[in-house]
């Protein structure tokens, strides 16, 4: 499976946007650009996904680079509830693929 | 958005003992399902895949006797942890596929902590 690359943690203050960034270099064409995240002891929450253009949803955007080497999810201003661990995960197309989590980076939000 | 349910929430078992996790699809219907477990300070790591209707798919490493792999149903799926013992406490996650063939996202049930004493 191809891997992504992200920093292990990093911090915002509150009602700020954050840039989470993820590296994904070996993308295959027909990989998906997954984003979930997960609070302390809760079950991973789906956030967005993308596969060449740029995604917007309620949650957040996604910014995905011209060559898909590399992705960013946006949250337009954040919250104490923003405060999680972000998977970027690459999920090849296909019925019975799988989401293989990577360790993913921690975000703090000060008040 | 789609809800997926696990029952019970947490469980605390006797070493030598059974226990089934419950995973449902609360309001759609999935023909694939997927049971991950989560250590502290870890993360998820893929147990098993499971279809509607026939054999789960296990990951490497994972015991299939002793994690039994129940999907009867679009809207059910069953693990039972056989003869649990200490080291199979954990954080069990189940998930669904939203979909069929595509991309799709996958949502997430709350998760069962099990702990065997």
């Known amino acids: 499976d191809a891997k992504t690359t992200q920093p292990n943690s990093m911090e915002s203050n509150e009602e700020e946007p954050v840039h989470l960034p993820c590296n994904h270099s070996?993308?295959?064409?027909?990989?998906?650009i997954h984003w979930y995240r997960q609070l302390p002891s809760q079950g991973p929450e789906y956030v967005i996904h993308g596969l060449t253009s740029n995604v917007n949803n309620r949650m957040a955007s996604l910014a995905i680079a011209e060559d898909r080497k590399s992705s960013t999810l946006i949250l337009h201003r954040a919250t104490l509830r923003d405060a999680a661990v972000y998977y970027c995960?690459?999920?090849?197309?296909?019925?019975?693929?799988?989401?293989?989590f990577g360790k993913g980076i921690t975000l703090s939000v000060r008040p | 958005g789609a809800v997926v349910s696990q029952h019970p929430s947490w469980v605390i078992c006797k070493s030598g003992t059974s226990v089934k996790i419950e995973c449902r699809s609360l309001?759609?219907?999935?023909?694939?399902m997927f049971w991950y477990r989560q250590f502290p300070k870890q993360s998820l790591m893929l147990m098993a895949t499971s279809n509607e209707g026939s054999k789960a798919t296990y990951e490497q490493g994972v015991e299939k006797d002793k994690f039994l792999i129940n999907h009867a149903s679009l809207t059910l799926s069953t693990l039972t942890v056989t003869s649990a013992h200490p080291e199979d406490s954990s954080f069990y996650i189940c998930?669904?596929?939203?979909?069929?063939?595509?991309?799709?996202?996958?949502?997430f049930g709350p998760g069962t902590r099990l702990t065997v004493t």
């Open positions: 998930s669904a596929n939203l979909g069929q063939g595509g991309p799709y996202e996958q949502y």
């Open positions: 309001d759609f219907q999935a023909t694939t």
């Open positions: 995960i690459l999920r090849p197309f296909g019925a019975n693929s799988k989401l293989t």
């Open positions: 070996t993308i295959s064409g027909t990989d998906y």
